[in-house]
């Protein structure tokens, strides 16, 4: 049963993989049509050609590999400076240049000089280039949203899970209390599991965070009004300092760190409730600018990568992860036991991940990347506008083919860098805890 879930599992993720490559470039593909620019192919996947059927102008297909997917448009490059577009150098670079200018006019036809890419706009050039990445963008957050507003999130409350017995320092990653360790607040006051902490020093608190704080921030007496079958009680504690974990901003919890505070001595239950649209946007705010840091710092993962992959090191829980590393933590999905719907929402959840980092990932100012085609049309639009303003010869398009060279190299790395998560997601895997 197990070897059959984990396979429907990897299933899924590929159906819901191609989904998304097929989401991705459908933006490039409604919004070039759009602008009257022809497209020949829309394509899922590399390699050889599974299926195909062709209407009207293009032909739409899926391919073997479904490790992205293209659209073809015509006239991705502008002409050389002579007006040229056959390659013909001997030289390895610019022979690069001309192979990628000869491609993009590969099936030029009677009629389509009106419609090649380099001949729009560039604002309508950033806005095909930009479709695909932003409808990863739309459904992670409709994945997201729908998530978090219908089956909900892990959220602390202010419920009683557990009572510490003794005072120990959060630094010291030890669960078992020592004679030397002095008795906790929370346990000397005779706060139970299962409590319901409703006020503190006789303030209303309605959430974790709001408690967490004032507890933080009080070192002395203090009241706590606690909910115990069906009745409130009001218990007396002396909170002390302790060295507890250190809290971001947005109250979340910094890895590693640690800073003095009060302290009283329970852990809070978490429990999986929906959050409304303004927390959940927050939610999904604080998961973008999550995503965009880790998007950053890839290239310093590199090293543990390299030790998880052909060392003996530790795969850590932030390692960046790739489509079989992906696909495998969705068989583990299905083999959880929980309720199906903390399944299906764990399932949903990875795959929001997933478009979430094709967005971030595309958007980086870098060929081939969408995001490089934007910034070549936006500067292509600032220096038209500085040529308009000293009145000085309009400059023409941008010819983006000249960077072929820088994308080829950029290409390699990513190649180099996807093996490497590959290699370490088959021999040593990041695992759901």
């Not at 602008?35 to 899926?62: D, H, L, N």
């Not at 005779?190 to 933080?216: C, H, M, Q, Y």
């Not at 003095?260 to 600018?289: H, Q």
């Not at 967005?359 to 990347?369: A, K, S, Y």
């Amino acid at each position: 049963m197990t070897i059959l879930l984990t396979i429907l599992g990897i299933a899924l993720f590929a159906v819901g993989l191609l989904f998304s490559i097929a989401w991705h470039e459908l933006g490039h593909l409604s919004t070039a049509k759009l602008f009257g620019i022809r497209v020949p192919q829309y394509m899922v996947g590399f390699g050889p050609t599974i299926w195909s059927r062709r209407k009207g102008e293009t032909e739409y297909g899926i391919k073997a590999i479904p490790m992205g997917g293209y659209i073809r448009m015509i006239g991705m490059f502008p002409p050389g400076e002579d007006g040229r577009i056959e390659a013909r150098s001997t030289s390895p670079w610019r022979g690069m240049i001309e192979d990628a200018r000869s491609a993009a006019y590969e099936e030029l036809k009677p009629g389509d000089e009106t419609r090649l890419f380099y001949t729009r706009k560039p604002w309508k050039r950033v806005i095909v280039m930009f479709a695909g990445p932003f409808m990863n963008l739309v459904l992670a957050v409709a994945i997201f949203l729908g998530v978090m507003m219908t089956f909900g999130s892990p959220t602390q409350t202010t419920e009683v899970a557990g009572v510490q017995k003794c005072v120990i320092a959060q630094s010291e990653k030890r669960d078992t209390c020592a004679k030397s360790d002095p008795e906790s607040p929370a346990f000397a006051a005779g706060l139970r599991e299962g409590d319901k902490i409703v006020a503190f020093n006789g303030e209303p608190v309605e959430d974790w965070a709001t408690l967490s704080t004032r507890i933080r921030e009080t070192i002395g007496p203090a009241t706590i009004t606690v909910e115990r079958g069906g009745t409130e009680q009001v218990l007396k504690a002396t909170l002390i300092e302790n060295t507890v974990a250190k809290k971001d901003e947005d109250g979340e919890v910094v890895p590693e760190e640690f800073v003095p505070a009060g302290y009283l001595g329970f852990a809070a239950r978490t429990e999986i409730l929906p959050l409304s649209f303004g927390d959940s946007v927050d939610r999904m705010g604080g998961m973008i600018e999550n995503g965009a840091e880790a998007i950053v710092a890839l290239p310093s993962k590199v090293p543990d990568l390299w030790d998880a992959a052909f060392g003996d090191g530790e795969r850590k829980d932030d390692s960046p992860v790739g489509v079989v590393g992906a696909a495998r933590l969705s068989g583990e999905v299905l083999n959880l036991d929980v309720p199906t719907t903390n399944i299906v929402a764990t399932f949903l959840m990875l795959l929001a991940g997933f478009n979430l980092s094709l967005f971030l990932f595309n958007m980086l100012p870098l060929l081939p990347l969408d995001g490089g085609h934007i910034a070549g049309a936006l500067w292509e639009s600032v220096r038209r506008k500085i040529a308009k303003v000293f009145r000085r010869p309009d400059p023409g398009p941008f010819d983006v083919a000249k960077l072929m060279p820088v994308a080829y190299v950029v290409a390699g790395i990513f190649i180099c860098f996807t093996l490497l998560v590959l290699v370490a997601d088959i021999v040593n895997p990041v695992k759901i805890s």
